[in-house]
């Protein structure tokens, strides 16, 4: 009997964009090529993290590595960009 090992536990980001057409669109951008979409931001978190569990499985299946995320960090940053001068006559 093969001994069972216990499930490792893996931390992606992901990335939801509003949708032209309506809904979301989803993507990990460790993982090329995971992705996915929904109508609702709850569906969409959902669907994603359903996409990254079998992107991994599939993975593991393969004895391909799992790719680590990187250390770096995401956020928000401010831009002010100075209004161009208008003339009035």
Same mark, same amino acid.
């Given at each position: 009997?093969?001994?069972?090992?216990?499930?490792?536990?893996?931390?992606?980001?992901?990335?939801? !964009? *509003?949708?032209?057409?309506?809904?979301?669109?989803?993507?990990?951008?460790?993982? %090329?090529?995971?992705?996915?979409?929904? #109508?609702?931001?709850?569906?969409?978190?959902?669907?994603?993290? !359903? *996409?990254?569990?079998?992107?991994?499985?599939?993975?593991?299946?393969?004895?391909? %590595?799992?790719?680590?995320?990187?250390? #770096?960090?995401?956020?928000?940053?401010?831009?002010?960009?100075?209004?161009?001068?208008?003339?009035?006559?």
């Amino acid at each position: 009997m093969k001994p069972v090992r216990a499930p490792s536990v893996y931390h992606f980001t992901f990335v939801i !964009e *509003a949708d032209e057409t309506g809904g979301y669109y989803a993507f990990c951008p460790s993982l %090329p090529g995971c992705y996915s979409q929904g #109508e609702t931001l709850e569906e969409t978190k959902a669907h994603i993290r !359903e *996409a990254i569990q079998c992107h991994l499985e599939s993975l593991a299946k393969d004895e391909e %590595p799992i790719p680590q995320e990187p250390d #770096e960090l995401f956020g928000t940053i401010q831009v002010t960009v100075p209004t161009p001068h208008r003339s009035y006559r």
